[in-house]
Structure formats: structure tokens, C-alpha cells
């Protein structure tokens, strides 16, 4: 059958549209790939030939509220393999063996893996002495990745509050943990290329992925009272050797935490040799017991504040005992104090005098103030592991539970919430959260990303109240059961606790958490310092014996430190037998020896220089010191 040429025309026609037609979609295609597709496909290749040498970033420091270095990092180079690379496996082996003290079958087995690139557990955070012996060996495979080490400088100082990061630079405990996410930054790396035999592709540069160093973080403590702090816990633990000591300061106008410490501690580089109970139990914000009289001061402030009581004009009779709901309760004072005013009540740290305070408030009252000054609930403070204490359920208080109460037994609670309270009583009325995180910043810039500001919760009780109960505190140690936290210049408040501990439902003999919590100065609180120690052995379990020494101590040293100045207007200290006259030191600048021979002073004189006329004297004047204590004269010629 013959075609014609039309249909021959027709056909080749069609045939060269649809030849066009292949074409186009070939080249729409392969412009499609080379144009939209190529960088994908061609980052792809490069992930098949990638190997990556992981950069680690520096965790944040965290600093003082001063600058001072708490916890930083240390360089500690880290041993990569890349299995492929590896020409004789078995010569690597035996090397990196010898050098990374590790049995040499273990290092075969790691640098023979079916793996783009294996991390050497025993080469992990190496010295650079040993990272140098490593390199010097010259194995083709074998990579020292930059990382680095937690490094803490004052070793246990702080230890319960830094708490500790792990090998991998996470967050394990205390801040490193709270702060994880901010302090921990993000990975960098070097990537190199291997073809598909693992051999390095020398033609193509590496990548470099730089690290993004975590953030620092300022804390609001203050190095120069958590040292005094460090050092007073040090001489009790030497002193009484108890089961336990707990230490808190803190600024009662605003929650910064200011010094935190506990025995026992540790040291946060070699955690892994303390038993888990140490480390992990931050005592201050997670221990929970009776706080003996320190509560007192809870009652006294709903006594004040609802009206129930007048200090100076309201007297009370104190026979030892009174008899509450068939149960005899007794006061610490053998036969009572007799007859007193409330303000001597609360001096004398009376149970039997606040059994009568309860009394008058009624328990719904008591235990809504108890509850308003943040009892029974977390402060909030942030850190992890905070306990919360126990209180009886109203419908559950009789007057046994209402009496015990009201002088700090019964109830359980923790060493933070009663800073907290105890810092709303003298600052006016406000109950803060505590916390101890003040800023997040960007190491590299400088700039502040986070700043917290003081979280005010409620106000609890007025100024006039809170005057009051600072006045009451005051008179407590100077003429009361505080007086060993008597600090000659400055205005300390405060009062004595003394617990029994309880086991099974029973209480322990001999054996008291004695606890003291002071505040100065007294017109105007800038330090609330709270010490409780756990069983103090070779001693009389009082807390005015044992802890109120330990607070003056700390209060003092830390006001100098603060640039307190002293007060004039301090309550003269009552003596008792057993305290040293105080003497206020004249001026003496001006005086000649004949002067001075003529001046009668209990005072030992230390002379320096070869005039006649005294030009300099250490202390300064108005300064009060114990009998027989020193001075230093500069004598010159005028």
C-alpha cells in the first residue's frame, strides 16, 4: 500500500513535535535539578562524605555579685578516630593503648567500629600534655577535638548551691542544673570529606561550625560573706562535731540570698566520691524539722498585729508548766521566771507566756498568719529539691496542737522559709521570694539578657508591727537569751531556737537542732543571718549557747564587710558573770606619754615610733572593746 507524501509530511511532522516535546522536558528538567535541586543534592553528597569533628562550647561561668569566678572552664582536649582513615588497626590499637593507659584489645575493638567516627571514652577530657603525646604519634584517623572541663576554683565552698555539671558538661545539680539551658550553649565542628573508602578528600576544604558559648550567670551572693560564712561553719564542725550545721544570709528588703552553706559538704570536681545523700540534699532549702522559738517570733507578730498583746503594760505569770487540754506543757526555765512583762516573755523565750499569745488568737487566726508569712508552702527560691514543711490541718487542731504551735513544736518546716518570714517581720511587713540567680549574660557581649527583679508576695504585717517586733529582738539580745550574739556597734536582733528531734514518733533525748536567727541593724535590717547546728557534741544544747555565737560572729564580720556603719544608739548589753567589761576607747591623737600615764584604761598599749605625742591610734575612737584587749599607738613628734 503506497502513502502519500502528505501523510508522510503529517507523520514526520508529528514526530519532530514530539522529539521538541522529549527535549523541552529533558532540558526543564535537568534546569529544574541544576538550578532548584543542585545545592540540595549537592549538601546531600557532601553529608555521604562528611565527617564531623565535634566542637564543644564553653559552658557559662557563674560569678559572684561582684565578678568574683565561682564556677568556669577548663580546656581538656578530647580523642576522635575516624575507623576508615585508620591504615594498621592493630599498630593504632597498640599505640593509643599505651598512651590513653588502656588495655589494647579495647582500643582495637573501638577504632575497627562500623563508624564515620567513634569518641574514645579513655581519651575523653584529656591534659594537653597527653593530647600532645597523641599527636605525636602521627596515626592518619586519629583527631583531637577541642572541649573542656567544670573547673571550680574554692573547691567545697558552695558546693550545695553550684551543685556540679558531668563529663558531658551537663547540668547535674544545684544552679548547674536549674540553669542548664542558659549555661550549656550549643555544639560547633570541623567537618571534613572522605570518600567512600573513608580516605580524606584533600581537594575540598573543611567547614568550620564555630560553638555558641553558654551564657553567664551573676548570682546575688556575696563572696565576702559566704567566705565568713564558710569559715564560722568550719570552726563548729571542728568544735562540736554534729551531725549537721545549716547557714543562711540573706537581704530581708529585696530575697537576695547573700551566702548559703551546710555540713556536710564536697567538692563539686570529685562528687562521684561522696555518697549521693551528701550531694544531693541542698540542707538549707530541703531539710524540714520543729523550729523550737525561732517561731515565736510568728506568733508574737499576730499578737502584735491583731491587738492581742501590749509588751511594756501586759504582764504574765510563769509557774514552769501550764496545762492545755489534759497535757502539761512545760517551760525550758525549771520553777518558771515568775512574774514578767510580755516584752520579758519574749526575752526569756517563755513557752508557757506564748501558750497564752496562741490562746488569744484563736487557731484561725494563728495558723492564717502562719500561712500568710509563707508556712506550709515553697518559697520559691531557685533551686531545685526545696521541701515545704508540714502543718496541721485546721479541722485537726486541738488546743494541745494550738498551744505547742505557738511556741515552734508540731509543726515542721524548713530553714529558707524561715528567712523568709522572719525577713518580712523587721523589713517593714513584706514577705519576698528568696532567690539566688541575679543576671544572664552574653559572654561575648557583655549584655544583660536576663535581670531579676525582687518578687514581693504579700504584705503580711504593717510597719507598725514590724517596728515593734524589731525593738522586742533587740532588747532578746541584749539583755536576753540572745546575748551571745551581741555585737558591740551594731544594733543585732534575734532569738534563740532550741528542738528536739523526733524518730519514730518519739522524741530523741539529748539530741536538738539549736538554732539562732539574727537580723542587723536593728533600725534599718541590711542582713538576716540564720544558724541551726544538728546535735552539737561536748556541749549544753542550747541555742543561745551553741548557734547565737556563731551568728554574732558571722553578723558582725559581714556588716564591716557590707560597709555597715555602726550605731550610737545601741541597747547597752546586761553583763552576766561571765562576760568581760566592755571599754569605749577615748582619743587618744594629741595625748603626750605623760598623758597617757595619767589616763587610767584596762587596756594593754601596743607603741610604735620614737616621738613623744601619739599621732595615730588603731582602733578609732567610740570603738568598744573587752578588758585587757590591745590598742596601737603611732607616737611622732609634733
Request: charged letters at 25%; aromatic letters at 8%.
Amino acid at each position: 500500500m503506497r502513502v502519500s507524501n502528505v501523510t508522510v509530511r503529517k507523520r514526520l511532522t508529528a514526530a519532530l513535535f514530539v522529539g521538541i516535546l522529549v527535549f523541552f522536558i529533558i532540558d526543564l528538567r535537568l534546569g529544574y535539578v541544576q538550578f532548584f535541586l543542585g545545592n540540595m543534592l549537592t549538601d546531600g553528597a557532601k553529608e555521604l562524605w562528611s565527617r564531623d569533628i565535634p566542637f564543644e562550647p564553653e559552658r557559662g561561668e557563674i560569678v559572684d555579685r561582684n565578678g568574683v569566678p565561682l564556677a568556669t572552664n577548663v580546656s581538656a582536649p578530647t580523642v576522635y578516630v575516624v575507623p576508615r582513615q585508620i591504615k594498621d588497626p592493630a599498630d593504632a590499637a597498640e599505640k593509643l593503648a599505651a598512651v590513653l593507659n588502656m588495655p589494647k584489645e579495647k582500643a582495637y575493638e573501638l577504632i575497627t567500629k562500623r563508624a564515620s567516627s567513634v569518641k574514645i571514652p579513655q581519651g575523653r577530657k584529656i591534659s594537653h600534655e597527653k593530647a600532645k603525646e597523641i599527636r605525636a604519634l602521627g596515626i592518619e584517623g586519629v583527631y583531637i577535638g577541642e572541649d573542656s572541663k567544670r573547673h571550680y576554683p574554692f573547691g567545697n565552698y558552695l558546693s550545695h548551691v553550684l551543685g556540679f555539671a558531668g563529663i558531658d558538661n551537663q547540668g547535674l545539680m544545684g544552679l548547674e542544673l536549674y540553669y542548664d539551658e542558659k549555661l550549656k550553649g550549643k555544639k560547633g565542628s570541623v567537618k571534613f570529606y572522605a570518600n567512600a573508602k573513608g580516605e580524606r578528600m584533600n581537594d575540598m576544604a573543611d567547614d568550620y561550625k564555630p560553638p555558641v558559648d553558654g551564657m553567664d550567670l551573676k548570682l546575688t551572693i556575696d563572696s565576702k560573706i559566704q567566705t565568713i560564712v564558710e569559715r564560722e561553719l568550719d570552726i563548729a564542725q571542728a568544735e562540736y562535731n554534729p551531725d549537721g550545721i545549716i547557714a543562711i544570709a540573706m537581704n530581708p528588703n529585696n530575697g537576695e540570698v547573700l551566702a548559703m552553706s551546710s555540713r556536710p559538704d564536697f567538692d563539686p570536681a570529685n562528687f562521684k566520691n561522696v555518697p549521693p545523700e551528701i550531694y544531693n540534699r541542698n540542707l538549707p532549702i530541703w531539710s524540714t524539722y520543729e523550729p523550737g522559738s525561732t517561731f515565736k517570733i510568728i506568733t508574737l507578730a499576730a499578737a502584735l498585729e491583731e491587738g492581742k498583746v501590749n509588751l511594756e503594760k501586759d504582764h504574765f505569770h510563769d509557774p514552769g508548766s501550764v496545762e492545755v487540754g489534759g497535757a502539761r506543757l512545760r517551760c525550758w526555765k525549771k520553777g518558771g521566771h515568775g512574774s514578767q512583762t510580755y516584752l520579758e516573755v519574749v526575752q526569756n523565750s517563755c513557752n508557757p507566756g506564748f501558750v497564752e499569745l496562741g490562746e488569744r488568737l484563736g487557731k484561725e487566726s494563728l495558723f492564717k498568719y502562719i500561712r500568710d508569712f509563707g508556712f506550709g508552702e515553697k518559697t520559691g527560691i531557685d533551686l531545685q529539691g526545696e521541701g515545704k514543711g508540714i502543718l496541721f490541718n485546721l479541722d485537726r487542731v486541738g488546743p494541745v496542737e494550738q498551744a505547742t504551735t505557738a511556741f515552734g513544736q508540731g509543726v515542721s518546716v524548713t530553714p529558707i522559709q524561715q528567712v523568709a518570714a522572719i525577713s518580712a517581720a523587721v523589713n517593714g511587713g513584706t514577705l519576698y521570694t528568696p532567690y539566688i540567680a541575679k543576671e544572664l549574660i552574653n559572654p561575648a557581649t557583655g549584655e544583660v539578657l536576663m535581670k531579676k527583679s525582687p518578687d514581693a508576695k504579700r504584705k503580711v504585717i504593717s510597719k507598725e508591727t514590724s517596728d515593734e517586733i524589731r525593738k522586742a529582738l533587740e532588747s532578746v539580745v541584749a539583755k536576753g537569751s540572745g546575748k551571745k550574739a551581741f555585737v558591740d556597734g551594731y544594733r543585732v536582733g534575734g532569738k534563740t531556737g532550741t528542738a528536739q528531734k523526733a524518730q519514730n514518733g518519739r522524741y530523741l533525748e539529748n539530741n536538738h537542732i539549736v538554732s539562732f536567727i539574727g537580723f542587723a541593724p536593728a533600725d534599718d535590717p541590711q542582713l538576716v543571718v540564720y544558724v541551726a547546728v544538728d546535735n552539737p557534741k561536748g556541749t549544753v544544747q542550747f541555742g543561745g549557747v551553741v548557734a547565737a555565737p556563731i551568728v554574732g560572729e558571722i553578723m558582725g564580720d559581714s556588716l564591716r564587710a557590707m560597709g555597715v556603719k555602726p550605731r550610737k544608739n545601741q541597747i547597752e548589753k546586761e553583763l552576766t558573770w561571765m562576760d568581760s567589761p566592755m571599754i569605749e576607747v577615748p582619743d587618744m591623737v594629741g595625748m603626750t606619754k605623760k598623758d597617757l600615764g595619767e589616763l587610767y584604761l584596762n587596756l594593754k598599749i601596743d607603741a610604735s615610733g620614737t616621738g613623744d605625742t601619739v599621732v595615730k591610734q588603731t582602733p578609732q575612737p567610740g570603738i568598744k572593746l573587752k578588758e585587757g584587749s590591745t590598742i596601737r599607738l603611732y607616737f611622732d613628734n609634733k
